[in-house]
């Protein structure tokens, strides 16, 4: 069903489904605009086509990407 909750139920709330990246040892990108709830409540929007959301939490912009997690040493294997 399209619209649908995980319970089956309508929910005319949803849109289209957005695509989202995830970057090995990088950035979440999803595709934009995309709105951004923090823990704390605060929102944060991005007009952006393509929208790089921090999973290191290392930047400076956070939640957005900066790319500071190219400058972290790469993990021994």
Known sequence: MPNATPDGHRDERRG?????????GGPVVVEGP??????DGTTVR??????????CRRSRRYPFC??????????DR
């Open 46 to 55: 991005s007009d952006r086509p393509m929208v790089a959301l921090c999973a």
């Open 66 to 75: 900066d790319t500071s997690h190219r400058r972290r040493p790469p993990r």
């Open 34 to 39: 995309v709105e951004v709830v923090a823990a």
């Open 16 to 24: 289209p489904a957005r695509r989202v990246f995830m970057e090995p």
